[in-house]
């Protein structure tokens, strides 16, 4: 019975870290319920750029040949000033990415990685989903976690020895962990906005966007006090559109309302046909950008929190999901490892796992200085661009897009 209860694994949240950490467990014998509180999986948001860092993980899973079919492998990253539409920098993908890095750099629609996700994830016995469930309270016993899943109205109660707090930026498990334990934080507003819309490859605003930006790359128009981002998602059918710019507080989630005069202010001055391109793509939808950075993210009773739920981090240098991607596959490779401590498995992959997610998030942040500058620093930043070769610019990201985690219990 014991050595039942300690191959489940109940997991809150069925979003990208949640999914991935099913399929990673689910690959090392363990017997996993995921309780996704959503009644059908909806893609939050529209593109994601998945780096070579996350696509090797979802290659090793099973993943990577059902996105293949539907995303896109785009050739480069263009960063352009969004005032002259001047080239600033180029960092080659494409082929060159995968020979780099040793797996292809993609962009995606949302849907679409959770549909592959999904698939692998039907193929797998020991995942059982139940959506509809939203996991509220957790206790420990001496039968490992408890966790009350509501279901249908119904409070029921399910023990495991692991529970995985995969929930989110807005976690409830971490809430739960939070009001017992000071090192467990809150979720921080950061300022900022981010404005989305996904447009057709063959609407006015599709041919907007081809005609000044890289309709085959990753473009990123830069400009002080906003970026936009924009590439091609869904075999290249559709742009996926991503503005930023400082912004009051709304309401949370993807789908939310802030007030488009903001976005039009941020852009004053940027080229008009970026502006064109802006008007023509409405409506956006808007979502408020918060963080969590905390002490902790492992409980030595059983719980982790990955993904958004332990250390949400701006998307400036679009890793949020292949964080949680990592961190999926690393949890169940130290848990593995070391099946008769699982105390120490989950200290040493928060041990592991704190530097690689806090110099990604630096990294997050120093794209935002950059991007955002404006007067000397934004010239400062064109000269050092311009200074760099594309093959320059690549080297520099071999720490994060070449990372693999270590065999043998993945730990580093
Ligand atoms: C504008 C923008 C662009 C981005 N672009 C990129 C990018 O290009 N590349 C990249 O790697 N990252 C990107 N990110 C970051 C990325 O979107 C997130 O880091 C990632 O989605 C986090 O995944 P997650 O599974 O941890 O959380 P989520 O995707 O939020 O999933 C959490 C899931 O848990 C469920 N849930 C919540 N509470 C409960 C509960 N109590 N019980 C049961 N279920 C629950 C939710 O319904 C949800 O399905 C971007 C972020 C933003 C805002």
Not at 371 to 377: L, N, R, S
Request: hydrophobic fraction near 50%.
């Amino acid at each position: 019975m014991q050595e039942m209860q300690s191959r489940q694994v109940v997991i809150a949240g069925a979003g990208v870290a949640g999914l991935t950490a099913a399929l990673a467990f689910a690959e090392r014998g363990y017997r996993i319920k995921l309780f996704e509180q959503a009644q059908h999986l909806e893609a939050a948001g529209a593109g994601i750029q998945l780096s070579p860092n996350a696509t090797h993980i979802l290659r090793q899973l099973g993943v990577l040949g059902r996105l293949l079919p539907t995303a896109v492998r785009p050739e480069a990253v263009v960063l352009k000033d969004a005032a002259t539409l001047r080239q600033l920098a180029r960092v080659p993908l494409g082929q060159a990415a995968e020979t780099r890095w040793g797996a292809p750099y993609l962009v995606a629609h949302r849907a679409d990685l959770q549909s592959a996700l999904m698939e692998r994830i039907a193929e797998r016995p020991e995942v059982e989903l139940v959506t509809g469930a939203c996991v509220g309270s957790v206790a420990t016993g001496p039968n490992g976690i408890t966790s009350t899943v509501e279901v249908a109205g119904t409070a029921i109660e399910t023990e495991a020895s692991l529970l995985i707090g995969a929930d989110g930026v807005w976690s409830s498990v971490r809430e739960t962990l939070a009001r017992k334990a000071a090192e467990f934080g809150r979720s921080r507003f950061s300022g900022e906005l981010a404005w989305r819309a996904t447009v057709a490859a063959d609407s006015p605003a599709g041919q907007t966007f081809a005609a000044v930006g890289a309709p085959d790359c990753v473009s990123a128009f830069l400009y002080p006090g906003f970026h936009m981002v924009a590439y091609p998602v869904s075999r290249g059918t559709a742009f996926n559109l991503a503005a930023f710019t400082r912004g009051k507080r709304i309401a949370e989630g993807w789908s939310g309302h802030a007030d488009p005069a903001s976005l039009s202010s941020a852009m004053r001055g940027t080229a008009p046909a970026l502006v064109r391109l802006a008007s023509e793509a409405a409506p956006w939808t808007a979502w408020p950008i918060h963080t969590v950075e905390q002490r902790r993210w492992t409980t030595p009773q059983g719980i982790a929190l990955i993904g958004d739920a332990a250390h949400a981090m701006t998307p400036f240098a679009a890793q949020g999901a292949a964080m949680a991607i990592e961190d999926a596959a690393t949890l169940a490779g130290f848990v593995a490892a070391s099946t008769a401590d699982l105390e120490g498995a989950l200290a040493a992959w928060e041990q592991a796992r704190r530097p690689r997610v806090a110099q990604v998030a630096r990294r997050g942040a120093v794209n935002r200085l950059a991007w955002h500058a404006a007067g000397p620093v934004a010239m400062a930043r064109n000269l050092f661009l311009a200074m760099r070769s594309p093959e320059k610019l690549a080297a520099d990201l071999d720490w994060l897009y070449g990372w693999r985690a270590r065999e043998s219990g993945d730990r580093r």
